[in-house]
Nanobody
């Protein structure tokens, strides 16, 4: 069993940056491929970024490539999502998930709002 708790969301102006964190507890995340998803009002949840268990391989949705960076710290059981050059269309609830390719575990989500 894995519990995921996100933090770091908030309100930011377009062009700004935020860093989301997801702390895993209950079991080491070392062997999990983790990911971030997001869901905007009235839209389906969509994949944003994923990272393999070793942290050596990352995957991104086209709409965030070059702006977002996913990373993990196994010693801290934490995965991060650094978000730069934020756009109003990035406004959504962001969720941490494990494993990212077929999520079994989800966090409660953290709200990101980007104002224009």
């Amino acid at each position: 069993q894995v519990q995921l708790v996100e933090s770091g969301g908030g309100l930011v102006q377009a062009g700004g940056s935020l860093r989301l964190s997801c702390v895993a507890s209950g079991r080491s995340i070392r062997t999990y491929a983790l990911g971030w998803f997001r869901q905007a009002p009235g839209k389906e949840r969509e994949f944003v970024a994923g990272i393999n268990w070793s942290g050596g391989t990352t995957y991104y949705a086209d709409f965030v490539k070059g702006r977002f960076t996913i990373s993990k710290d196994n010693a801290k059981n934490t995965v991060y999502l650094q978000m730069n050059s934020l756009k109003p269309e990035d406004t959504a609830v962001y969720y941490c998930a494990a494993p990212y390719n077929s999520p079994t575990y989800w966090g409660q989500g953290t709200q990101v709002t980007v104002s224009s």
